[in-house]
């Protein structure tokens, strides 16, 4: 049985959390505005997964770490999430709490 990748899942998700449309999120991210809106429906759509570099510069545009894309479950995700919208100082306090 063929695993989906997590990052469709992801990218979308991420992008309805701030608000952007496809087209948006694709321009913020660099790509050209002529397709930006195909190459972000095929990359939500899952009929292509983009490369590590393109998801550096989704993730740059969201505010997000790349690793939020891997995330393969919602529980982890959604960490990854919160814990990037930290202060520097809200990050050293949670990760002292849990050790």
Known sequence: MAIDSPIKIRIKEARTRANL???????????????????????????HIPKYP????????????TAYFY?????????????????GKEKRELLRALR
């Open 21 to 47: 449309t496809q087209e948006n999120l694709g321009i913020l991210a660099g790509i050209d505005k002529s397709n930006a809106s195909a190459k972000m429906n095929q990359y939500e759509r899952g009929t």
């Open 54 to 65: 393109r998801l550096k510069e989704l993730a740059a545009a969201l505010g997000l770490p």
């Open 71 to 87: 995330a393969e479950s919602d529980e982890l995700a959604e960490l990854i999430y919160c814990y990037s919208k930290l202060s």
